[in-house]
């Protein structure tokens, strides 16, 4: 599917050498990136889903936690 994207001067640039240094297409380059990146996000979304029911602590009394221990 085709779309428009606006991308920085200078970032097209670069994807523009890269993809002639690796023979790729600016496309494909661009999918890869987003893949990546979604794929990055699905990771954070399970770790999160995994760790909903640990305990929490308020910031405040985290840092009173380490002033004690001595190690702020």
């Given amino acids: 599917m ?10 097209l640039r670069a994807l523009k050498l890269q ?3 690796s023979d ?3 496309s494909s380059l661009i999918e890869d990136a ?5 794929l ?6 399970q770790t999160v889903t995994e760790r909903e029911n640990e305990p929490t602590m308020k910031f405040d009394d985290f840092v009173k936690e380490l002033k004690a221990d001595g190690l702020l």
């Fill in 2 to 11: 085709r779309t428009t994207i606006t991308i920085n001067d200078k970032l």
């Fill in 19 to 21: 993809a002639a240094a």
């Fill in 24 to 26: 790729e297409s600016v």
């Fill in 34 to 38: 987003v893949k990546f990146q979604m």
């Fill in 40 to 45: 990055e996000d699905l990771e954070d979304l």
